[in-house]
């Protein structure tokens, strides 16, 4: 049986997106289309929604699943959310009420040895939301230099003993190729220092894990891309809902919001505004909202979320 996903913060995103009955909603990342359900729930009996996934495995199982209850209410679309601005209008959501992200990977992904992203699976070593298009990351692995290496899980692990573990991947490939997530993480934790007693004990490859995932993905650009596409799509009045998993995530999402409710950019020395922005957000979320013990201690994954809400103003 394949494992289930449960939405993170249900309650709280559809509290925080408001969606009213008769509106339009996109679900930029529809996953197991568990945030779906009850964001098109609370809009019955006549608002729809866009669901947007890279992945055309979630696309199908949604549209398996939720087809019968919901009927065209539900419209789906396999693309990155990077595209937002040109799917949204061609699928007839140009102008909308809410639109959420909800980030990073799905259990159903984590799950499939076949994909590579979790630190236990044997398959191969591949972690691309959609696998028709860009590098599998196998292909960094076996091809980036030492120096390139450090700088990635750095700069998108913030890895401390990157220079380390990108030597050993050197090292190791030129007596045996590393083609199996299985392989990596053996690797990397022969080699990483062990965690100090008392810190709580993650799997030392969980860091170069999330550094390859979001290079092969370059989910940081597509986040960027994606919540100014979703800003551009929203009535006055519609909510902006995101769910981040890690701060590389959340500091774009916090600054995205923060320089869309201040919407002047000029320089501080520049004693009248020149550059004619107004503001075009409203924080409905002052600081991000996180999840309960009780949620977490129900759904683990659900530990490093964060989840901030904006509102559009008409501007
Ligand atoms: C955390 S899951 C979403 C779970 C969903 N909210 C639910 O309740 O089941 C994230 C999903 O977003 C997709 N995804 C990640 N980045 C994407 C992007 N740039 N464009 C489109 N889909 C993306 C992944 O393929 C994955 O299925």
Redesign the pocket.
Known sequence: MEPG????L?EE?VTMLAPAPGSLQI???????????RILGATDPDGRLLG????GA?IAR?DRLLRPRFGDRLVLRQ????ALGRVAPEAGFGAVDGC??????????LGDAERGFGIRTGGPLDMR??ATRGVPAAELVASLDAAELTALFRRYGEEPHAPRIARAIVAERAVSPIRTAEELAGLVERVAPRTPPGRRRIHPATRIFQALRIAV???LD??ED?LTAALDLLRPGGRLVV?S?HSLEDRIVKRFFQAERRGCVCPPEVPVCVCGRSPRLRLVTRRSVTPSPTEIAANP?ARSARLRAAERLAA
Do not use: W
């Open positions: 996903h449960l939405p993170v249900a995103v679900d930029a990342t529809l996953g197991g289309g568990g945030h779906t359900e947007l996934d890279a992945d979630a949604v693309s990155n959310f990077r959420l992200f909800d980030l990073g990977l799905s259990s159903f992904q939301f959609d993905n370059e989910e597509a986040l994606g769910l998993y994954r």
